[in-house]
């Protein structure tokens, strides 16, 4: 009894081999140009190729157009001149005189020696010239561009600095390979 079960089973065994070779044949025939996926050698099945970026040639910086490269502007404070009006004469050049408080002639009546007379005498603070020194750019007329901060460069807004972009392969259009 159990000789002969494993004798059916011998011949079952048998037949699902011979079945499944012949099928595994067939298939083969029938299909002997079977599609392959070939991955792209350009971008190695990425789709994606890094390039130079052509906005800035690779360097990842462009000339700021608020400075046209220089780093500096004109001083906001005093228009590029480098200097502004005297706080302590407000550009007059000339300050009460205070020794006759601007009258001219001393308590005794007589001509003031300060100021000959007129009143006023030179500021102390400009020398009479009625401007000082710009404080803000410290008379250059020049202050550093905020844009840039003085580089004279911005980063490249195409590829955001990095100098490379990210494009889609051109030899697969991007699809990383092909089915041949
Ligand atoms: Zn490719
Ligand atoms: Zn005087
Ligand atoms: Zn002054
Ligand atoms: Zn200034
Ligand atoms: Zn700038
Ligand atoms: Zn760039």
Redesign the pocket.
């Known amino acids: 009894m159990l000789n002969r079960l494993s004798h059916y089973l011998g011949i079952i065994l048998v037949i699902l081999f011979v079945f499944c070779a012949d099928s595994c044949k067939r298939r083969h025939i029938n299909f002997p140009h079977k599609k392959q996926w070939v991955e ?10 890094i390039v130079q970026c052509r906005e800035c040639d690779g360097s990842g910086k462009l000339e700021c157009e608020d400075c046209e490269g220089e780093g500096e502007e004109d001083c906001a404070m005093c228009w590029g001149t480098g200097r502004r009006a005297c706080s302590e004469c407000s550009g007059k050049g000339l300050e009460q005189c205070s020794n006759c408080r601007g009258v001219g002639i001393d308590s005794w009546g007589n001509r003031c020696i300060y100021c000959g007379g007129i009143g006023y005498e030179e500021c102390d603070n400009c020398g009479g010239s009625g401007y000082e020194r710009c404080s803000n750019c410290l008379g250059s007329g020049n202050e550093e561009c905020l844009t840039c901060h003085g580089t004279g460069e911005v980063d490249c807004d195409n590829c955001n600095g990095y100098g490379k972009v990210r494009v889609s ?9 092909r089915m041949e």
């Open positions: 792209c050698s350009t971008c190695n099945g990425t789709g994606i190729l392969c051109w030899d697969c259009d991007g699809e990383g390979g």
